[in-house]
């Protein structure tokens, strides 16, 4: 049953690192605050509220540390922020991005394996 607060941190994670790109790059890709600024601000609740969530699975399933939730946030964010980027926006996936998520991925492989 532990290991779910670590599933469940990975999954709020990633579903605030998703609103706060489309909030964040998609305003300026798209212009949407300029149409839309209530709603862009608005959207702050719900990444907050997963962030939050993320968080406190983490810290339960590292059992009260902060470190591990910070550089798995961290690194979360790497790589929804290069897979949206590309998808989205047609970025080009160049050796530095992929050195870029590799790195991430090593983070995350270091906060969850080794104790």
């Known amino acids: 049953m ?4 670590l599933i469940y941190g990975f999954i709020f994670g990633t579903l605030g690192q998703i609103c706060s790109f489309l909030q ?17 601000l608005l959207s ?9 969530q993320s968080v406190n699975h ?3 399933h590292f059992n009260g540390t902060l470190w591990e939730s910070r550089l798995l946030g961290f690194s979360i964010g790497m790589i929804v922020f290069i897979t949206l980027s590309t998808i989205l926006f047609k970025e080009p996936f160049t ?8 790195l991430s991925g090593l983070i995350m492989a270091v906060q969850i394996f080794m104790k």
């Open 24 to 40: 964040l790059q998609g305003s300026a890709k798209w212009g949407w605050y300029e149409k839309y600024p209530t709603l862009i």
């Open 95 to 102: 050796l530095k991005v992929f050195i870029s998520i590799f």
């Open 44 to 52: 702050a609740i719900p990444a907050a509220w997963f962030y939050i």
């Open 58 to 60: 983490f810290i339960t």
């Open 2 to 5: 532990q290991n779910s607060h």
